[in-house]
């Protein structure tokens, strides 16, 4: 059975608070598990890791685990809201990162800073996309598209094109699941509202791939995690239903009795890599 895409959230703290976050920030770290996840990934075909959090950065030996990542062949993608980030920083990464995964939820540094409720986020996003691109590391941009920069969404792919430069733009609309099954009826867009902002941009002709998730209809049993105490998550529902512990099993072991939508999940795995 191919895999693609395992998303592994290193972190459950983060050194912002957005509106529409939906991280489970009460997972403690645990370590010693690192080689066995990595070696049993790597078995079980997957190809790239996503390292993620809350904000994977807050963790002092993050660049040891893109090295380590990278040396078992991994595609690697670190998502990360950037602050933490500077030219050192992602220099000594180059060699080992794939692709650099940013937020930017507006267009202009007003409506992006209410968002992510932290003034000058807006212009540290773009600052570090610049010295990504400039080291040659290719950028991802994600929006999650809620109520409050729906209407922004065009102007949004257009600043990216004139001014970042990333190499895939993803949209992901902001639903129950992503909201971790919480209630937020300001932000919370329906599904039809999202199908048609799809069409309506994928009418442009941008200098970047775009990607777009539903938040539903695209992530059922498609995303799968291992969470900062190495048990390991599936999206499923309006949440993630957890699927095992790495601590005690095989990650083998864990697949192997877990459905997966595999045509979905390889679908939105291609959709956000390169
Ligand atoms: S940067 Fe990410 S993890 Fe941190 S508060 Fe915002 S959405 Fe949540």
Redesign the pocket.
Known sequence: MAYMNLYWKVESG?N???V??F?DHTRRIVRGYETKLLTEAKSAGFSAIILT???PTLRDDLPGLVRECSSYGFNVRLDT?GINLNREYLASLQEYLSILGL?LHGSTAQLHDSI?RRQGHFEIVRNISSIATELGIPVKITT?VSRRNIGDAQNIAQYLADEIHPRIYGLNGVVKRSLGAKAYGDLEIAQAEFEELKERLGQGNYPFRLSFCSGRKDTERAYIFVNPDFTMSITSGDSEEVIGDLKTESLECILQRTVVDHERHMARSKATSL
Do not use: H, Q
Request: with cysteine.
């Open positions: 983060c912002m608070g957005c529409m976050c991280r959090g809350g904000e809201n937020p992510a999650a």
